[in-house]
């Protein structure tokens, strides 16, 4: 027995928000988890403060699975993002602990290294095709195997995935929504052109990734899915929105580029049917949004089942605390397929010092016990709370689209 004697939720904002929760126990160990939640940090922060803490003081530390079935059946209200990153939060936690108790980095707990490390893919953007194949040189040049390309769209001010600063995009950028117009008429017009020229270019020796950011219909995405196919994409995600999981079929039904979706999803119940009728190739569900490692695991071998790989969701608004749980993690199971890594700031490196290091196009967790990351409190008081929203999204009409 490892009793919890203390928990507290850390908010900071070293460049961005970051809710970090810190359990400690009376053997002197403690954990950390991320729950930070983008621009809606501080729900989760009242979840944990307001519902979790109060239930955790005085419980076994060890008990992982017992601790997770409390918080999510116990509550009655299942599922959601705040609920689940609150969860993970904890279960983050626990397992660092846990690992930290036996002195062995998390992965050797979670069955040992089943690879080198962990394939990871990098964010290249760019106004124009140009410079954005650029800067997808940059990062082949920096030894990544695999590149996301995002291009500005001709006619539209401004579009998901293309930024300021080439090395850290930033999207919750402002203290109230901002507004961006979309088209996708001139998007699926130039998607197409961006591949052609990036296997021109580039060659036919690096992954290349995109992301459609939940914009279109069925139809249109399937249409997408198609004429991209000669580029022979690693894969294409968030074509269409998943709440309605079927609609992926009509995708399947017209192209073979592999999918992949799954970046907001919270449980196994919202991709249940998209892995049990093989609609996707690979599960985006993170330890932070989707109930932590505990449940991250049932998803994964539920996907194993079907060939269905994992590709978490790795983006600036996952602390360096969830990438070290998303690569313990994904050393570990048979079924990984990438990791999304954008690099954090200085300033987030400094406030959550970490094990976890880069090599030729892998990024592996390191050996010291626990998670490898921790939170230097002090630090992290220096960089108080700014309120900050993701954008939104209309077409040119007016109408409100997906962001
Ligand atoms: O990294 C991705 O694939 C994203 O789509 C990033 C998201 O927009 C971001 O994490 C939202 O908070
Ligand atoms: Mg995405």
Not at 288 to 311: D, F, Q
């Amino acid at each position: 027995m490892s009793k919890i004697t203390a928990a507290r939720v850390i908010i900071t904002c070293p460049g961005r928000n970051f809710v970090t929760l810190k359990i400690e126990t009376d053997s002197g160990l403690h954990g950390v988890g991320d729950a930070t939640l983008n621009g809606r940090e501080l729900a989760v922060a009242s979840y944990l403060n307001d519902h979790v803490i109060p239930c955790l003081i005085g419980r076994d530390a060890h008990k992982i699975e017992d601790t997770w079935q409390y918080l999510y059946r116990g509550a009655y209200w299942r599922r959601g993002p705040v609920t689940m990153s609150a969860i993970a939060a904890v279960d983050m936690a626990l397992w660092d602990i846990k690992a930290k108790a036996a002195g062995l980095p998390l992965y050797q707990l979670l069955g040992g290294a089943c690879r080198e490390g962990c394939m990871v893919y990098g964010h290249a953007n760019g106004v124009t095709i140009e410079d954005t194949l650029a800067e997808a040189q940059r990062y082949i040049d920096r030894g990544y195997r695999a590149v996301r390309l995002q291009s500005g769209v001709p006619g539209l001010a401004s579009t998901y995935g293309v930024s300021k600063d080439k090395d850290f995009y930033e999207p919750a950028d402002a203290d109230l929504p901002t507004e961006n117009l979309w088209s996708t008429e001139k998007y699926l017009r130039s998607a197409p052109e961006l591949f052609a020229a990036a296997r021109e270019q580039l060659g036919w020796d690096v992954h290349l990734l995109h992301d459609v950011h939940h914009r279109l219909t069925p139809i249109e995405a399937a249409r997408l899915a198609k004429d991209l196919e000669p580029y022979r994409l690693f894969w294409l995600e968030d074509a269409v929105p998943a709440e309605n999981q079927a609609n992926f079929r009509l995708i399947r039904q017209h192209s073979t580029t592999p999918l992949a979706v799954g970046e907001v999803f919270n449980t196994i119940w919202d991709c249940k049917q998209l892995i049990e009728e093989q609609l996707v190739d690979y599960i985006r569900a993170t330890v932070l949004h989707a109930g932590g490692i505990t449940h991250l695991k049932r998803i994964a071998n539920l996907a194993e089942l079907y060939k269905v790989r994992t590709g978490c969701h790795g983006a600036t608004d996952l602390s360096p605390v969830t990438m070290a749980a998303a690569l313990h993690f994904g050393l570990s199971i048979p079924n990984f397929g990438i990791q999304e890594y954008m690099r954090h700031t200085a300033d987030t490196d400094a406030v959550f010092p970490h094990q976890y290091q880069f090599a030729d196009g892998y990024l592996h967790p390191g050996d010291a016990p626990g998670l490898g990351v921790d939170i230097d409190e002090p630090l992290a008081e220096q960089f108080p709370y700014q309120r900050a929203y993701l954008p939104v999204n209309r077409l040119e009409d007016g109408s409100m689209h997906d962001w």
